[in-house]
């Protein structure tokens, strides 16, 4: 299946970029925030060169099967920079960031002291592509709402610091993306994720890139329980995607192939089709 390439780079999404990498030189520690359904399509290179050491948030770890997001942390973990698996709306896994950040502003202060310094508060900033729940981990590191967290991409426009408490500072920034979107695999993910905006591309065509991928997944992927089925009372196995998406459009949605699709699409990103990992370490 050929689809159009897909690039969406808005004029906020420039400033944020241009803003973020000026906000950088001021920040103590980066956390990335990655889609842990797609840790190698949810990151930006920008921050491989701005940002290399820090931590890495595998964020959505309720909707990847457990073993998997394992994986993927033992596989990028790397001695200056942990992984960290979380759920931000429910705040699983921040004990862990909170012990690491706890770290760092030790590390810091006691330095900041060997040279006569006060002790400031830790700058951390948190970073990442659009949709993946930056501003959710936010709130929930916070204890309060201070950031606007929706289920859409491109909800945060600017860079804002907040504070917690004395010894944290954390600058919530809008999802980035890269100018050009070079992989367009990666492209096609971040779009089933609902990382990029719905504006861009063909909803059918991505509803079926997205049954195309769940038709060759390996098992540790994938729930055993197969979600589909369990969802529509339609077997996969009965069809190829495309069969598979007409027959559900006969089924519940009057005929209509877009919105079958896109029926598909929102279980998956709400998690009603099970756990599923667009990718694996090994492969993309
Ligand atoms: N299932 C699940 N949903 C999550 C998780 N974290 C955030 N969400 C949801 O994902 C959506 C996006 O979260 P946001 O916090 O707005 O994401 P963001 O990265 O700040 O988004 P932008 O403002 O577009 O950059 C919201 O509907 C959240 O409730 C998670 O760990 N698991």
Not at 27 to 37: G, K, P, Q, S, T
Not at 40 to 61: E, F, M, Y
Not at 199 to 211: E, N, P, Q, R, T
């Amino acid at each position: 299946m050929q689809l159009p390439p897909l690039q969406w780079y808005p004029g906020h999404m420039a400033r944020a970029v241009k803003n973020l990498t000026a906000h950088l030189q001021r920040v103590d520690v980066v956390i990335e925030v990655r889609d842990a359904r797609i840790p190698h399509s949810s990151t930006h290179p920008l921050l491989a060169t701005l940002a290399p050491t820090g931590v890495i948030v595998l964020n959505r770890r309720d909707q990847v099967p457990f073993p998997v997001g394992q994986r993927w942390s033992e596989y990028l973990t790397r001695p200056e920079r942990p992984i960290i698996l979380t759920e931000a709306r429910q705040g699983q896994g921040l004990a862990q960031l909170r012990q690491s950040l706890a770290q760092v502003g030790h590390g810091l202060n006691q330095r900041r002291q060997r040279r006569g310094m006060l002790p400031r508060a830790v700058r951390v900033a948190v970073v990442g592509c659009p949709n993946v729940g930056k501003s959710a981990l936010i709130n929930r590191l916070l204890g309060r709402r201070v950031a606007s967290s929706a289920p859409k991409a491109g909800v945060t426009r600017q860079c804002q610091w907040v504070r917690l408490g004395g010894d944290l500072e954390l600058l919530d920034t809008p999802g980035i993306l890269p100018p050009r979107l070079e992989d367009q695999q990666a492209a096609i993910y971040l779009a089933i994720c609902d990382d990029i905006s719905e504006a861009v591309y063909d909803g059918y065509l991505i509803g079926l890139a997205l049954l195309a991928r769940l038709w060759v997944l390996p098992s540790p992927a994938v729930n055993p329980q197969n979600g589909l089925h369990k969802r529509y009372q339609l077997a996969p196995q009965d069809h190829t995607p495309e069969g598979y998406l007409a027959a559900l459009a006969e089924k519940k949605c009057g005929g209509n192939l877009n919105r079958s699709a896109q029926m598909v699409l929102n279980d998956f990103r709400r998690g009603n089709l099970g756990q599923i990992a667009l990718e694996l370490p090994d492969f993309h």
